[in-house]
């Protein structure tokens, strides 16, 4: 069987462990717990007529007081690059982070998910933005943790995208 490393990346309080926990144990908590540090996780699917083991590495959210760690990055595959669609300014730090993940490691396969789909009379990133970001050559999907909604097709874009490297 094939193994990836996934790295869950994007600002805090986005989804990213809400994502992990939907994808993983198809649960959602209304209760926030702040990730400190790194949660490791592991879930088998099935891509291209594989199936492939995601260890899937949810790192703490990142701020101006707090960076990632890059080392935490290293031997990863992929990762799900992750923004709120309610708060416009956490796909502005996603992409910058992604420009310093690039930087450090290359270009990697990615997909950048903007999380919280159930709460569209809240968003803030119009179709014209994300119709910008698919032309800059950005998967993206919309996704909902707490109802589920396209969850598994984000991840499973993702290990799509590895598999074809």
Not at 6 to 24: A, D, P
Request: glycine share 6%.
């Amino acid at each position: 069987m094939i193994q990836k490393k996934v790295c869950m990346l994007g600002s805090f309080s986005v989804g990213k462990t809400s994502l992990v926990s939907r994808f993983v144990k198809s649960i959602f908590s209304e209760a926030y717990l702040t990730s400190i540090g790194v949660k490791i996780d592991k879930k088998v699917l099935r891509a291209n007529d594989e199936d492939v083991a995601l260890v899937l590495w949810d790192i703490h959210g990142e701020d101006v007081y707090q960076k990632i760690r890059m080392s935490y990055l290293r031997s990863m595959h992929g990762y799900l690059l992750v923004a709120d669609g309610t708060r416009r300014q956490t796909l502005e730090d996603a992409l910058a982070l992604n420009e310093r993940v690039v930087q450090e490691f290359g270009k990697l396969p990615s997909v950048l998910v903007l999380n919280k789909s159930d709460l569209a009379e809240r968003w803030e990133i119009d179709s014209a933005g994300e119709a910008k970001l698919a032309e800059q050559g950005w998967s993206v999907v919309r996704t909902s943790a707490k109802t589920g909604d396209a969850v598994e097709s984000a991840f499973t874009q993702l290990a799509r995208a590895m598999l074809a490297v």
